[in-house]
Nanobody
Framework: QVHLVETGGGLVQAGDSLRLSCAAS????????MGWFRQAPGKEREFVAS????????YDADSVKGRFTISRDNAKNTVYLTMNSLKPEDTAVYYC?????????????????WGQGTQVTVSS
């Protein structure tokens, strides 16, 4: 059973930066794509970024392109989301997800395992 735990959320001001971490346990994720999604109150879960199993290829949502960076450390079984120039509209619960496929994907159905989420709140 794969267990994903997100950390690093918090309350920040617009323009600040945060780095989210997602630590996986239960099995190695070095052969799995990983992704980040977010869900704001009253809205559907939204794709943020994805990275393939090796870390050599990533895909970002247009809304975060140029501000957010997804990366991974397979030796630590951990994926990161570095968020710069945060905006109030980035406020959401951020979820980490792990796929059984090696290539990145942008749909929730691409992922089998999900973390519990971490809250990110950006004040104006």
């Amino acid at each position: 059973q794969v267990h994903l735990v997100e950390t690093g959320g918090g309350l920040v001001q617009a323009g600040d930066s945060l780095r989210l971490s997602c630590a996986a346990s239960g099995r190695t994720m070095s052969d799995s794509a990983m992704g980040w999604f977010r869900q704001a109150p009253g809205k559907e879960r939204e794709f943020v970024a994805s990275i393939n199993s090796s870390g050599g290829s990533t895909y970002d949502a247009d809304s975060v392109k140029g501000r957010f960076t997804i990366s991974r450390d397979n030796a630590k079984n951990t994926v990161y989301l570095t968020m710069n120039s945060l905006k109030p509209e980035d406020t959401a619960v951020y979820y980490c997800a792990a796929s059984v496929n090696a290539g990145w994907g942008w749909t929730p159905s691409w992922y089998r395992y999900w973390g519990q989420g971490t809250q990110v709140t950006v004040s104006s």
